[in-house]
């Protein structure tokens, strides 16, 4: 949802493009009938989300946290970046665990020590319950 270029604008994480695109993408989806929308995005502040739920006109935005401990995040940084932005990415990830383990509007925290993506994606999936059950066939 961001670019690059934002950190030449003095938006180093590219917020502000992030919530425009972010903007277009829910207005499009709403259109072609979608409720949900899932935003793999950092939220840091109480402003963040205040933000995010501005872009996304009638929205009701509800924040799942993913969390792991410092050695399987430097492990997956390192698995991930390769070069010279991998140690700002080991301590840019450090930085934000920090910040996320204080209070910050969370519906659901998530940790994915040792555990594999689709682990993770169905306990998210279970606690969004956005996926009913098909009962249709339950008398049958």
Known sequence: MRCGLSTTTGDPFGRGVALENLRCV?????????RNLVIARVIETTCDLDAMAAAISGSAPQVRQVS????????????????SGRLSHERRAIEL????AE??????RINTDHRSVPEIAT???ELVAW?????????H
């Open 103 to 108: 209070p910050v509007p969370v519906n659901f």
């Open 131 to 139: 996926i009913q059950p098909d009962n249709t066939n339950a008398n």
């Open 123 to 125: 306990e998210i999936i």
């Open 26 to 34: 829910w207005d499009n989806c709403a259109r072609a009938g979608a």
């Open 97 to 100: 665990s920090r910040i996320l």
């Open 68 to 83: 792991a401990g410092d050695a399987v995040l430097q492990t997956r940084v390192g698995n991930r970046e390769i070069g």
